[in-house]
């Protein structure tokens, strides 16, 4: 766990660095998210719509980000969600100050940050209507308490959506993250294939829909 909360404090200090790959912003986020994650411009906006695909843009209600990091995905998102209760959840403070500071810079409102972890969540059973979660499960340690915790503190019939990596889907994708995510905290196995994810959560959920662009999977469930 060390490990990989020392990771995200460094990332947290480089985050004008890590926003721009997060975004495919610039030449080398573009060369980098193409050689190594193998999304070109298009399959790029495909992966972003997809993450997002299971909050509606005129989502009410109470939202859980678990993990927020920098924010540079979601926080834009959020402009738009002017009737929701949004909380942010992330290990790393330094993560959170990058977030903290683009809300502040954004003039949102209605999103609270708060430091956590998700083995251990700081909210009531079934406190959420939507639990969204991008690009954090592969991160996650505890993977098997992270999926019991999301879903504890959603409500029934509400939406747990999201992206993580998957292996198997380009070798290109897999060496790199074994070889370079891994050692560095960035990431933390086992990783779920397309296949054992789609059955993970459709025990865990009434429903469940996976789809993939590449090495990252996007999923939508209802509880
Ligand atoms: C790849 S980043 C993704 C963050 C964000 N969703 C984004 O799109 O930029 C992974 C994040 O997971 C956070 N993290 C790792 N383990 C965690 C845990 N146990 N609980 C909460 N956050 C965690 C890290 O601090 C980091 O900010």
Redesign the pocket.
């Known amino acids: ?1 060390r490990k ?1 909360f020392d990771a ?1 404090q460094f990332v947290g200090k480089c985050s004008t660095l890590y926003d721009r790959m ?1 975004t495919n912003d610039g030449l080398a986020a573009r060369l980098v998210m193409k050689f190594f994650w193998g999304l070109d411009a298009q399959s790029y906006e495909k992966f972003l719509t997809q993450a997002f695909a299971g909050i509606p843009r005129d989502f009410s209600g109470r939202l859980l980000e ?5 924010g ?3 926080l834009p998102f959020y402009c738009g969600l002017n009737n929701a209760e949004i909380f942010c ?4 403070d330094k ?1 959170l100050d990058a977030a903290k500071l683009r809300a502040a810079q954004l003039n949102l409102r209605n999103v609270q940050f708060i430091r ?4 251990n969540l700081p909210f009531d059973d079934e406190f959420f209507d939507a639990v969204l979660s ?3 499960f592969h ?3 505890d993977k098997a308490i ?1 999926f019991a915790e999301t879903r504890r503190v959603l409500k029934s019939g509400g939406v747990f959506c999201g992206s993580m990596y998957i292996k198997g889907e380009n070798r290109r994708t897999d060496l790199f993250v074994d070889n370079f995510c891994r050692p560095r905290g ?1 990431f933390s196995p086992p990783y779920e294939t397309l296949n054992s994810l789609q059955k993970k959560l459709r025990e865990l959920y009434t429903h469940a829909e996976v789809t993939h662009v590449k090495s990252f999977a996007g999923f939508i469930c209802t509880k």
Request: no cysteine.
């Open positions: 766990m990989i995200y997060m678990i993990p927020v990091g920098t540079v995905l979601s959840v992330d290990l790393s993560m956590g972890d998700v083995t991008i690009d954090g991160a996650f340690r992270a960035f």
